[in-house]
């Protein structure tokens, strides 16, 4: 599991939520973990934005997984440092294609927000 896991139980949901949403290509649940202002980079799709709204990258990653329907997510490697958590994850299309995925969630007072998300096709 991702590395959200070592300091409590929300992280532990959030990190569900997020492998449920991928794992099932549900853009619009994973986009209620985005910050307002994401980075979003899928290198098969050419989307390389390095600051994208929640609402437009919901978009790009419906069609994303439109284009490449989710067979399996895996979380691998995961740290934390200060006030944000990564991890490292395997996402595999129904397509036979596999991407490695990186996300970085940013730690507040109240909630875990998704700062940064890579999709890079292997």
């Known amino acids: 599991m991702c590395g ?4 409590g139980n929300r992280e532990a949901e959030i990190a569900e939520l ?3 949403s991928i794992k099932t290509g549900n ?3 994973l986009a209620d973990h985005f910050e307002h ?11 390389d934005f390095r600051r994208v709204g929640e609402a437009q990258a919901e978009l790009i990653l419906k069609n994303f997984f439109k284009k490449y329907p989710p067979k399996d997510f895996k979380y691998g ?13 395997t996402y595999q299309a129904v397509n036979g294609n596999k991407f490695q995925v990186y996300i970085l969630m940013r730690v507040t007072k109240k909630d875990y927000r998704i700062n940064t998300l890579h999709f890079k096709k292997e």
Do not use: M, P, W
Request: glycine share 6%; with cysteine; aromatic share 8%.
């Open 4 to 7: 959200f896991t070592s300091i």
């Open 37 to 47: 202002n994401l980075e979003l980079v899928i290198d098969a799709e050419r989307v």
């Open 27 to 29: 853009a619009h649940t």
């Open 18 to 20: 997020i492998k449920g």
């Open 77 to 89: 490697f995961q740290g934390t440092a200060s006030t944000v958590r990564y991890c490292t994850a």
